[in-house]
């Protein structure tokens, strides 16, 4: 069903629907060159629709359009549940993007916000959220409005350990 935060606002934010994936694995592709990590993007868009659009979804998607082009999705974040053994149950959001020729609008602060009220709706204690260092306007929004940068304060690494590296490991104890 799509909301909008703002009835006057011209910018909708909605569930992104099973025929958006196409758009969104787009500008996914373009925030993976804009964060200068194209390169190590695995997911494709057989493996994205089926985390999203399929039966259990492991991951939720909203999506940004303008009233008066409902199919052109200008932006979209990610959204999924966590479990942070300080706080308990939380969200994850994962991508926050909109397209360079609608940024400054104030879009991607409804997308947040959107992100927010849901993960509170859902009974979240808090959202974990991951930015580059180099990325220092966007973190310092983030922090603006009142996250607080772990990686400096607990002195904290954000690891991933790979499915090859999973295997690997499960291999090599056995
Ligand atoms: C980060 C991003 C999502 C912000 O989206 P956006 O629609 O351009 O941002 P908004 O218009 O909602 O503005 C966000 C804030 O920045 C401020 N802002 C926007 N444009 C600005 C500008 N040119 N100069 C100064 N401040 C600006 C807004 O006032 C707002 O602040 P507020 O929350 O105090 O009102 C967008 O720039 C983007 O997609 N960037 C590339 C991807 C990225 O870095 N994503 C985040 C990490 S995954």
Not at 23 to 39: D, T
Request: proline share 3%; charged share 25%; hydrophobic share 35%.
């Amino acid at each position: 069903m799509a909301t909008t935060l703002d009835k006057t606002s011209p910018i909708v934010i909605r569930t992104a629907e099973p025929q958006d994936c196409a758009q969104v694995y787009k500008l996914m592709r373009e925030l993976a060159v804009h964060l200068k990590c194209e390169q190590d993007m695995k997911l494709t868009i057989e493996q994205f629709y089926k985390d999203v659009f399929e039966d259990k979804p492991v991951c939720y998607c909203i999506v940004a359009t303008t009233a008066g082009d409902p199919s052109t999705i200008v932006g979209y974040s990610l959204y999924f549940h966590t479990y942070y053994y300080l706080a308990g149950f939380s969200i994850s959001m994962e991508n926050l993007y909109v397209s360079q020729s609608h940024r400054g609008k104030g879009i991607g602060k409804m997308l947040w916000q959107e992100v927010t009220r849901r993960g509170l709706e859902m009974g979240s204690n808090g959202t974990l959220i991951f930015v580059d260092n180099w990325n220092k306007p966007t973190k310092d929004w983030y922090m603006k409005h009142g996250c607080v940068d772990y990686t400096e304060s607990k002195d904290q690494h954000y690891m991933h350990f790979s499915r090859k590296a999973m295997e690997v490991f499960i291999k090599n104890g056995q």
